[in-house]
């Protein structure tokens, strides 16, 4: 019966030290996951491309949705700020072979790109398709 008692006390120390802790520590995660959006440039000039950019993008941690404007070369994606960041998302479309505004597609990827999406290819015809 004593150690029964001293067992109780122990529980009872054990959890008002961890009611305290929870009540002075900080919600850390009290906003819940958020969606934010970013904005590029980039080099793509064609339906093939928004295909791979927007795959490439996908794959990507944090990446939660892709888009890209063909018109105006504007990639849209939707990420978890707390997942990743602009800077490698940028990074990721220079590793797929694009520009990402004023940073330079990764040579070796651009390298790889089928001869119609690569931007030295001034004059894009459908035929090329
Ligand atoms: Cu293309």
Do not use: I, W
Request: proline share 5%; glycine share 4%.
């Amino acid at each position: 019966m004593k150690t029964f008692k001293s067992f109780l006390l122990t529980a009872f120390v054990v959890l008002t030290g961890q009611l305290s802790y929870a009540q002075t520590a900080p919600a850390p995660k009290a906003k819940g996951p958020t969606t934010e959006q970013l904005q590029m440039k980039t080099s793509a000039v064609c339906d093939m491309c928004k295909t791979r950019l927007e795959k490439a993008m996908a794959y990507e941690k944090g990446v939660q949705g892709a888009t890209l404007d063909v018109a105006s070369q504007v990639l849209t994606v939707s990420y978890r700020p707390d997942k990743t960041t602009p800077a490698a998302l940028r990074t990721a479309v220079q590793r797929t072979g694009y520009d990402a505004d004023k940073e330079v597609a990764d040579a070796r990827a651009y390298d790889r790109l089928p001869d119609c999406c690569k931007k030295t290819n001034a004059v894009h015809t459908d035929s090329g398709h």
